[in-house]
């Protein structure tokens, strides 16, 4: 079965870190595109980053650009999302999801919820 | 980072015809292919139409999709209550994803 298993959410300060993982399985992890998307309390989805399935080339939104870091352990199956400096406004549920061949997120994760409060 | 419209709600009567438009620009929309996803409530989003107007195996035919231009829209035709969630279309903006606003689909 194709599956995503996101984990690592939790309550953190703001300007702590934290780190997500994601778990994949029933697919060949390591030859396609990652990527994390978040979706705030209420809100609608918005993409956070991908990285190529070399990890050769990574893309991040602006609102994380220099804070948040993709990355994957093609040996483990899974992906990562390292946060850093982490404000009131990344409080969201992450989402990885796998990108098809055809640009699409076509498998999901159940996601992890982020809260960044004191 | 560019920016796709979408109607914040839209509504009909079971069997009735719903459609929902993204309008974005010719960074995104304009050059690359539309996917939307369907969202029902508390649940992970779901691929629902992949390059414009493809549906993913198990996606009934009541959905498609289509693209002109900078525009893109979803209808749902013979419109069913499990068809109440959140839409969104997502494209492709000069290396960067971008979703549309989100459209509630509320069933009369």
Redesign the interface.
Known sequence: EVQLVESGGGLVQPGGSLRLSCAASGFTFSSYSMNWVRQAPGKGLEWVSYIWSSSSSVTYADSVKGRFTISRDNAKNALYLQMNSLRAEDTAVYYCAHLSKTLAFDIWGQGTMVTVSS | ?SVMTQPPSASATPGQRVTISCSGSSSNIGS??V?W?Q?LPGT????LI??NN?R?SGVPDRFSGSKSGTSASLAISGLQSEDEA?Y?C?A?DD????????TKVTVL
């Open positions: 980072q690359n292919t996917n996803y969202q992970a989003p779901k691929l992949y390059s493809q993913p959140d969104y997502a492709w290396s960067l994803f971008v979703f549309g606003t989100g």
